[in-house]
RNA sequence: GGCCCCAUGGUCUAGCGGUUAGGACAUCGCCCUUUCAAGGCGGUAGUAGGGGUUCAACUCCCCUUGGGGCCGCCA
């Protein structure tokens, strides 16, 4: 028995992303799957970060992919800043682990030095290209006689380390979601597992493993026992079995999971827009809503539900049931999505996080300034804040449903946060082109100064003046609406009038129609 | 160019030889209504094409077409 398969054996998968860009919407969803699988199985999810590449690495980078699979709520058992027996899980720090790997493959003739330089090999290439022949390559280095070898190294050339294809033979193996996936081995090339660090270009990378390389190793090394990836991994996964075999390490299983692709079919990229999870984070979507949706990209229980909590994701998940074909990801299901979690969310929860997003995006202040002054005045500013909620929090009643997202707290409800208004001149000029309408403004300007300021009688008063103008009350409400908030859309107008308060609905009554006057 | 993967409405999918091909998003219409949402009701829309196998194919096999991936001293 040479996997895993069937051993009975804990589970262990992992998610191992390079540590160059954001976390990326595609990579969640891989990050997720292995994810649920661990915690499906009761087994154990590994963060490894392949970082040997330290010329597109940073930190900053490693960072927010940490972040953003918190924010998830994709936790790792094992990896960094967590406790593990397979560590490091930081490839950078297990250089040391690979040279040994690399001299077993030589003394058991597995690997070979190769001397011919990236320009040669890259020339190779493009000839190759040009006559339409397969550009992999030629094993030219596989039986180099001393007498080359040491040509090569008085021209000061550094030798790469290939791994030698069997000539013979094809390589099998069983995906979980695929069956049986068979390659002729005759059709792989010899592939570079250590570096050589030959060029300046290439200064910093010497005697570093290749990923084909290093990703095999740590996977043995770390026990992986299911590997779940994106498919564009799966030309790569003879090569992988074949070191493994070489090595005498057990095989894992493989899972390739679908690509995750754009509007127009070609793979998800920033050509399409957004593809950072930070982004949908900002945007104010939330994190179940986003697990919610990319596990229903390739997933489905049963066809019919669609929100599905983490518990009930965890507990039905089959990986062998994820769907073969790429998925296109679209922003409207998950804005759908979003809302339905919006909806049934507690009220003070959405409050909170309509706060979060209203500071971070300048519309309103963290705190109070008297903050800052004192201690003695915190106290009183908390009382603020407590006032300041409550007020936000009628204001996040009132918007309701038509909230799919957080950040549409910025279309429904802006005219609260600011006393800039902005109109369309032409716009306003049309609502206000009837003479009755201007008159029932202007009348309601001076009622709203002593009527009692709520939102019943709000609207009768709004009512009263125009039936008594001879107007349909929508005649008078959409401009109304619209000097009051500057919107044509939005929440029930008395009740944001009620919420706006009689001083500020006064000033922007005389402020929208003096505009036009 | 070679090899590999994939194929149910615009999108995500259910289906696992016999179904009026189901659900959801989007879309369209109607109702509700102060706008926009939400909600309710209804509609349009799908098995890529061609061969087999079979009493019977969305389902199994082959070919074609289409889409994607790999063929890096990137990961």
């Not at 390739?298 to 062998?320: H, N, Y």
């Not at 409050?351 to 300034?369: F, K, N, Q, R």
Request: contains cysteine; charged residues 30%; hydrophobic residues 35%.
């Amino acid at each position: 028995m040479k996997s895993w398969e069937g051993q009975n054996k804990m589970v262990r998968v992992r998610f191992a992303p390079s540590p160059t860009g954001y976390l990326h919407i595609g990579g969640a969803r891989t990050a997720l799957f292995n994810w649920l699988f661990a915690r499906h199985n009761k087994g154990v999810f590994i963060l490894r970060i392949e970082d040997t590449d330290i010329l597109r690495t940073d930190e900053s980078s490693l960072e927010s992919i940490l972040e953003d699979l918190k924010w998830l709520g994709l936790d790792w058992d094992e990896g960094p800043n967590t406790e593990g027996n397979f560590g490091p899980y930081f490839q950078s720090q297990r250089q040391e682990i690979y040279p040994k790997y690399i001299k077993i493959l030589f003394e058991k003739g597995y690997a070979y030095y190769c001397y011919c330089t990236p320009f040669e090999l890259e020339q190779r290439r493009n000839l190759a290209l040009s006559e339409h022949k397969t550009p992999g390559y030629d094993g030219r280095c596989r039986n180099l006689g001393s007498e080359e070898k040491k040509k090569y190294e008085a021209e000061g050339r550094r030798p790469a380390v290939r791994f030698k294809i069997p000539d013979e033979g094809k390589t099998e193996f069983r995906d979980l979601i695929r069956g049986e996936v068979v390659f002729d081995n005759k059709l792989l090339d010899d592939f570079v597992i250590l570096k050589s660090g030959v060029s300046a270009v290439n200064s910093g990378r010497g005697g570093l493993p290749t990923y084909n390389f290093a990703n095999v190793i740590d996977d043995a090394l770390m026990e992986i026992t299911h590997v779940i990836r994106g498919d564009e991994h799966i030309s790569n996964t003879p090569r992988q079995i074949l070191l493994y075999r070489a090595l005498g390490f057990k095989e894992p299983v493989y899972v390739h999971i679908p690509l995750i692709l754009g509007k127009d079919g070609s793979p998800l990229s920033k050509r399409h827009g957004t593809v950072s999870v930070g982004w949908y984070r900002e945007q104010g979507f939330l994190p179940e809503a986003l697990v919610n949706y990319l596990v229903l990209l390739g997933w489905a229980p049963d066809g019919i539900r669609q929100i599905l909590r983490v518990e009930d994701m965890i507990k039905e998940f089959i990986i062998e049931r994820v769907s073969k074909n790429p998925a296109i990801f679209d922003i409207d299901k998950l804005t759908w999505i979003n809302s339905e979690y919006l909806k049934n969310m507690d009220p003070d929860k959405k409050t909170d996080l309509v706060i979060e997003y209203l500071v971070s995006s300048g519309a309103i202040c963290s705190a109070p300034m008297s903050d800052v002054i004192s201690d003695s005045v915190s106290e009183a500013s908390e009382l603020h804040r407590g006032a300041e909620k409550d007020k936000i929090k009628e204001i996040v009643n009132i918007i309701g449903d038509r909230l799919k997202i957080i950040s549409d707290i910025e279309t429904y409800g802006s005219f609260f946060f600011t006393d800039e208004i902005k109109y369309d001149e032409t716009e306003l000029s049309s609502k206000l082109s009837d003479e009755k309408v201007r008159k029932g403004l202007a009348v309601l300007k001076e009622k709203f100064a002593s009527i009692m300021f709520d939102h019943q009688n709000i609207e009768q008063t709004v009512r009263d003046v125009a039936r008594e103008l001879g107007l349909k009350a929508k005649d008078i409400i959409h401009p109304l609406r619209y000097v009051l908030t500057g919107k044509t859309v939005g929440p029930s107008l008395f009740e944001s009038i009620a919420l706006l308060g009689r001083e500020k609905t006064i000033a922007r009554l005389k402020i929208g129609t003096d505009t036009i006057f």
